[in-house]
Each structure stands twice: as C-alpha cells, then as structure tokens.
C-alpha cells in the first residue's frame, strides 16, 4: 500500500517535472521531432494522470481491505480468546473441554456455540477478502488497459525501418512509430551507443532481441552510432528526405502530394510551437491560416516545406560534416529562394500574403552548412554551380538577395560565403598547393566584380531602397566577410600585379579607378571592416616603400600613393552617402580614419605570414610593435581643409619619408654621418637604443621629413622622387581641390 502510493506519488512528481520543463523547451525546440514529443508527451501526460489514478485506487482500495481485515481478524480472534477463557481449547477440528473445564455456567454458550461464533467470524474474514480482492483486481484491470503495451517488434519490421531510414522514404508518422517503438522498449541514445559498442543491453520487452538483430545486420555498428547520435540532438534523422527540403520552392514539383489536414485541430498539429502559439495569440488567426491552407494548397506546401528545412537544417549545422559540392550549391540556391519569398511579403502574391504564417526560414543554417565547402563558395560567387568552369547562372540573382537581406545574425553566416580567401591563400601557399591558391585568387576577382558592379554598388549603399540604410549599418556581419576575404588582395585591387586572373582590365579598364573606388567605400560602411582594410593597406604600403628603396621602383611609390587615395575616398564617399550636412560628413570623415588606421596587429601579422609579398618586408614587425603605429602610417586628419584633397600631403610626407627611412636603415643599417644621426636624435627619430622610432605627439611635419630625406640621401634614395609619383598617383585616384566632387 505505501510502496504503491509511493510509485504514484513519484509518477505525478516526474509527470509534473516534465511538464514544466517542456513548456520552456517547445520555445526553442520546433519541427517534426519536437511536435512528436509535444503529442507524444501530452498523450503521456493524460496517460501518466489516469495510471497515477488507478494506482491511488488501487492504494486506497488495499487500504481499506487492510482496515476491514484487521477488524474482522480481531473479531475472530476474541472470540478464539472468549472461547478459551470459558475453558475450552480451539483447534482447527473445533471447540472442546479442557483439562481445567469446570462446566458452563448457565446462560453462558457452550463449546458448539463458541466453534459456531468462531467459524462466522472466520467466513466474515473470508468475504471480506474476497470483496476487496474483486475490487483491487478490477483496479488492476483498468490499469492495465490505461498503461500504454509496449512496442510490438519483428525481424521483418527492423529491415523494413531501416531501409526507410536510408532511402529516403519515411514519412513523419513513420518517424513517430520508430522512435516512439525505440522509447517504448527502452532503446535510448545511452543504449543505442552501448549496442553500437558491442555491449550487453539487457530488461528489453519480448520481441525486440530479434527486431534488433536485424536492425543491427542492416545498419551494421556504425549505422546504428549514427542514429545513436542523430537521436542523441534532437531526434531528427537522415530519412528525412534532403533533397526535397533543399529544392522545395513556391510551386515546385517536390511539394506535389502534400494535404492540408482537413480540420483546423489536425492542422495545428502539424506546426510547431512557437508558430501555432502565435496563432493562438491572435482570435481568429489560427481559423484564417487554415482557410486560406485549404484554398492555396501549394502555397501551404512551401510553407510545410520551409518548417521541415528549418528543423532539419538547424540539427544539421550543428554538426562538423562538409556537404558535397552539388548539395551545397543547391542550399545557397534553397536560401536565397526562402529570403527572396519573405523580402518579397507585402507584395500580395507570396505564400506568406495568402498564408499569414510567420515561419523563421533556415536560410541562416543552410549556408553554415554549405559554406563549409569553399568549392560551393567559389561556384556561387562565379556563378558556376556546376563547377564546368562556364557561367550557368546569373550569380547577382543568388548573391543579391543573400547580400541583401535583412539577417538576424548580421549576415554573419551568409558571409562565409566570401570570408575564406584570404586565408585559403596563405594556407595554400605554406602547403605548396597551387590548385587552392588559384580557387581562392579566382573567387576573390568574383566577388570584387560583384561589388564593384554599379547596379549592385548602389543598392548595396542603399539595401532598402533610395536614402536608406547601407550594407554596413545592416549587414555589419556580411562586411566584415568582404573584408576578411579580400583584405590579401589589396595589391590586385589597386593594379599592383598585374598577374594570374587579375589582368588589368579583369575588375575595370586601365587607368580607371571606379570599382576599386566601390569597394574601399563599402569596406567603410562598417568600423571594423574598415579597421580591417586599413592595417592591410598598411601592411601592403609598407612593402611598396620597401619596393622603392630596394629599387628604386617608382611603382612602388604610385602604388603606395593610388592605394592611399582608395583609403581616403572610400572613407569620404562612405560619408557622403550616409549625410548631407558638410559638417556631418567632415565628422564621420574624421571618426572612421580613426577607426581605420587604428592598426590591427593581427591582421598584420597574419599578412605577414599568409602573403609571400610581406615576408621579407623589412622594417614591418618593427612597425607592429611600435606604440605610435597608427601615426607612423597614417594620421587621422585634425583640420578637415588640411587633407591631400585640398592638396596639403604635409601630414603624408612626414611619415612617408619616416618609412622609407625605416625600410632603408633596416637593409644597410644607420647613415654613416655623424651630424644626421645626431639630427635624428634630437628630432626624437632615433631612441637612445640606436632604434628609430615616430615621435609621439604633434612633431614639427617639415623637420621630420627634412631629416629624414637628408638622411635617405645617403643611401642613393631620392625622397622627392618618391613623393613625385606617390602624388600623382593619389592624383589619378582622388581629385586635390575640396570643392571639386570626389568620384565613387
């Protein structure tokens, strides 16, 4: 009786547990898999509530028997006590005389009336056992029809489960008897991983020994680890049909065969939580949604489609795989398809117009997955998704809408289709990989194709139609990704090479500087992308002024001084996007030069790894550790008229010539001539070490670059040379009167 209510009372305990736990889990757990559990735990749960109820029964019931028992039995035995106090002895054959039986007394009964009394009250203790064992063993009953019979398993059923698992065919029904067969007899994630380990699983009902041999013999060890673990996540499996989910789009075939559930019931349990509680939040919407089903059966397909991809994908991309080429190709077409459906809401011919659903699509999960393959990211970003090596598609009807899209992760995830380059190059190199080298290059040149491309140009600068928010202030993310993968291209996009698939007129016509223009300005939409740019375009100006002292290269200066210009107008014509005010520009102006040659030591130092070119930079890593870097190489300009547009390289010569000066002592050592070492010194060039070093603060501009070319002098380098073909290369790139507008 007590263990009995103890089993119910520890039943109600962890019925009540789980549902207090899965009313925040169904927040964050939606799909196939979790509307199986929510339905297969509401069905425990009423189940759980009349099993708890039986067992109170029975406790009760035996309870009560207990009580009338015990009565009954001690009625019987005082009258075994009555009996032998009146000098009888009571056995099993009756009541006789004792040895010390002195007669009856009269009135009082005899030993027939003892064995009389005596044998009602035993017959009373029977019947009262027999009602309460018939009561108890009808509670019995009722909960055995109430508790749920443990799945029914057969040899035949394991190769047929199996085969269904792995081609694709299995239905969500198919995938709630499985797993729900797999909970009835036990198997959880812990067991299934000890089967796969070859141990012993032992307490399994009748039947499933057999069903899991054939399991076994059709999964074999690893087959069966695999679906340990797929049920160990979340409980999707790979049945689920991937390529469906992949290709479903708005009126395509592989919605063919879906039904809307025909009652408004059956048709909320096929969405997840948190869609059918929106719903239900809103009188009226859940009955609208249905109706509207029920008369755009293709539009409901898409949208069935959409919450099946979500769980899926979302399950998958948790996980370390690299999908295949094909398959990735056709995600990153799958999820700009889905952004381009709900950008398109509103428009009142969408699936989300006819079907007001709100469905969070996958399309953020789909491209971790997919971008995992940098194969899938060069084919996408060349428009060639069956890797021939010729177009087949128009790549701005796949990247636009992925660019474009408002995400909730910043576009973080779609930018991994674009952030890989720059690594997969210095990686490539150091593992002597030509083939990678060429992909990364290659995708690379794509990408700054699409950027630079006027009509994707623009409405990148303005996402949402005309004076309105820029890719940076909306996909922050999906910039920083731009930058990550082109900053080690820098020198391509400024025409320093000259080589491999970046030919001069690859990106744009000789002489012209628009798409490069295009891209430094959507590099400082964003702060940190801009920082990001700004330490590359350092590092890479570095190797120019070693170019030119190592020479004498005058493209080298022209280099240093057209890349310098793409820094400074993509900064201003980021500005002047963004505001109208002069006043309001000059600050953003000021404010993001800051920002970008506030040095990134880390992407220095990665360059300086990755990239062949700034291997053998000298003076570079000295640069890195000095504490007035972002002086040394470029100033943020304090007087908005005292800038190279207006003509003033005052606040350029100084630190161009400190550089060369730096590259110059670095490859001979210090001047010979005692009176310039002694200038340095008192300059504050040349620390008492014997190591130069930019003066802090505001140095007089002129006496450093004085100094510094007389000492550059004495090594055959002509620093008004150098200045010569920096200028009129900045020149070629930016205008030098203010007044005169600033090309984008």
């Not at 000890?194 to 057999?210: H, R």
């Amino acid at each position: 009786m007590t263990s009995t209510e103890s089993v119910a009372t520890r039943l109600e305990d962890a019925r009540d547990s789980i549902h207090a736990s899965t009313n925040d889990l169904w927040s964050a757990w939606t799909g196939i898999a979790a509307d199986a559990a929510a339905g297969h735990l509401d069905r425990e749960r009423k189940s759980d509530t009349t099993i708890s109820y039986e067992l109170r029964e029975i406790a009760s019931a035996t309870r009560r028997a207990d009580e009338d028992l015990a009565h009954a039995a001690r009625v019987a035995l005082d009258r075994i006590a009555a009996a032998e106090r009146a000098g009888f002895t009571v056995s099993d054959g009756g009541v006789t005389a004792g040895p010390d039986f002195t007669g009856v007394y009269e009135g009082e009964p005899d030993a027939a009336a003892h064995w009389g009394m005596i044998q009602d009250a035993l017959r009373v203790v029977g019947e009262v056992d027999d009602d309460h064992a018939r009561r108890i063993t009808g509670i019995i009953s009722n909960l055995v029809d109430v508790t749920p019979a443990p799945a029914a398993f057969s040899p035949d059923e394991a190769a047929h489960d199996w085969a269904m698992l792995t081609d694709g065919t299995v239905t969500s029904e198919d995938l709630a008897r499985f797993t729900t067969n797999l909970a009835a007899a036990g198997l959880d994630p812990q067991s299934l991983e000890e089967l796969a380990n070859g141990k012993v699983v032992t307490a399994l009902p009748a039947g499933a020994f057999g069903y899991l041999e054939n399991l076994y013999g059709e999964a074999g060890a690893d087959g069966v680890m695999e679906l340990q673990q797929q049920l160990l996540a979340d409980g999707s499996t790979s049945a689920l049909d991937a390529r469906d989910l992949v290709e479903a789009r708005p009126g395509s075939a592989q919605l063919d065969g879906y039904q809307v559930p025909p009652t408004l019931s059956a048709f909320m349990d096929t969405l997840p939580p948190d869609v059918r509680s929106e719903l239900e939040s809103e009188p009226g919407a859940a009955a609208t949604a249905h109706r509207n089903a029920l008369a755009n059966p293709g539009d409901a397909a898409y949208i069935d489609s959409v919450i099946r991809g979500r769980e899926f994908w979302e399950f998958v991309g948790t996980g370390s795989g690299t999908p295949g080429a094909e398959l990735g190709t056709k995600l990153v077409e799958s999820a700009a398809s889905q952004v381009s459906v709900i950008d398109s809401t509103g428009s009142g011919t969408g699936p989300y117009d006819t079907i007001p659903i709100t469905v969070g699509h996958a399309g953020e999960s789909m491209l971790d997955v997919a971008a995992s393959n940098h194969d899938v990211s060069a084919r996408v970003l060349a428009g060639d998704l069956d890797g021939d090596g010729r177009p087949d598609i128009q790549r701005d009807d796949i990247l636009t809408p992925l660019f474009t899209h408002d995400w909730d992760d910043g576009g973080e995830s779609a930018g991994r289709l674009t952030n890989w380059m720059t690594p997969e190059m210095g990686d490539a190199h150091a593992a002597g990989d030509p083939a990678r080298v060429d992909r990364a290059e290659r995708a690379a040149l794509d990408l700054s194709q699409y950027l630079a491309h006027e009509e994707n140009f623009d409405r990148l600068m303005d996402v949402h139609g005309e004076n309105t928010s820029n890719i940076g202030e909306v996909n922050p993310g999906l910039v920083r990704a731009f930058a990550d993968g082109l900053h080690g291209y820098i020198p391509e996009l400024v025409r320093a090479d000259n080589v491999g698939d970046w030919k001069q007129d690859s990106l744009e016509s000789p002489n012209f500087n628009e798409a490069a223009r295009r891209i430094f300005t959507l590099m400082a939409t964003d702060q940190e992308s801009s920082a990001t740019f700004g330490s590359a375009a350092t590092a890479f100006g570095r190797y120019y002024a070693d170019d030119f002292v190592e020479g004498p290269s005058y493209l080298g200066a022209s280099n240093a001084g057209r890349l310098q210009a793409l820094l400074d107008t993509g900064i201003y014509n980021a500005g002047r996007e963004m505001f109208d005010d002069r006043a309001q520009i000059d600050e953003f102006v000021q404010q993001r030069r800051e920002d970008t040659f506030n040095t990134n030591y880390t992407v220095i130092r990665n360059l300086v790894a990755l990239d062949p070119r700034l291997s053998g930079t000298v003076g570079l890593m000295m640069d890195v550790n000095s504490t007035s870097i972002r002086d040394t190489f470029v100033p943020a300009f304090e007087d908005p008229e005292a800038t190279p547009f207006t003509g003033d390289f005052s606040r350029y010569s100084a630190p161009n010539a400190y550089n060369l000066l730096e590259n110059a002592v670095g490859r001979y050592g210090l001047p010979r001539d005692p009176e310039i070492v002694t200038n340095l010194g008192d300059l504050n060039l040349l620390g008492s070490d014997g190591t130069l070093t930019y003066p802090s603060g505001n140095p007089p501009l002129d006496a450093i670059t004085g100094a510094a070319d007389r000492a550059l002098e004495t090594y055959g380098i002509d620093f008004s040379t150098f200045r010569e073909y920096y200028i009129d290369a900045y020149g070629s790139v930016a205008p030098t009167n203010r007044e005169t507008a600033i090309p984008r």
